[in-house]
């Protein structure tokens, strides 16, 4: 599976409260209002501009802070590909596989420039950069949550399947 699209570059420690503010999560259900918000605090202009299909690409510890569901989800809702980032917070991680989201550790995320137009090849464990020509290998996703995220998420597999892939 092949994903191509525009990087939108963050750098470390990128928080769930970053991600969606606490402020909206307890406020707002209705998740074509939430995902309005997400990055906000971060890019202002980040939930108006985002095209389906581009990357949100972070340094270390993307995700970190709360366990909330709803950064993950925004993110897809909006059409995100993927997130890419150095390393994850692992509660993020899990709840972006979770809900479809497909989350790539990449060591070489500071080789990407914000716009930079990349390929992502889950299949193959590569990102490709387009706009400067080099490409990098990223550690490859266990084979059950490759499963998972091909059947678009956790719930989604095993409504499918009737059991978790292992």
Not at 66 to 92: C, D, M, N, W, Y
Not at 103 to 121: H, N, P, R, S, Y
Request: proline residues 4%.
């Amino acid at each position: 599976m092949v994903k191509r699209g525009k990087a939108w570059k963050f750098g470390d420690d990128v928080n769930t409260d970053i991600i969606i503010s606490g402020k909206y999560k307890f406020s707002i259900t209705d998740l074509d209002q939430l995902s309005k918000h997400a990055m906000e605090a971060a890019r202002l202009e980040f939930a108006a501009k985002v095209q389906k299909g581009d990357f949100v690409v972070g340094g270390r510890n993307f995700g970190c802070g709360s366990s909330r569901e709803q950064a993950p989800l925004v993110l897809k809702h909006l059409g995100v590909a993927a997130v890419i980032a150095k390393t994850f917070a692992r509660i993020f991680y899990r709840n972006a596989i979770n809900i479809g989201l497909p989350a790539v550790e990449c060591d070489w995320v500071d080789k990407i420039c914000d716009g930079d137009v990349l390929e992502v090849d889950l299949s193959k464990g590569v990102v490709r950069n387009i706009s400067c020509g080099e490409s990098y290998v990223v550690k490859p996703l266990p084979p059950q949550l490759q499963l998972i995220l091909d059947e678009g998420g956790l719930v989604s597999y095993v409504k499918k399947h009737g059991k978790l892939p292992w």
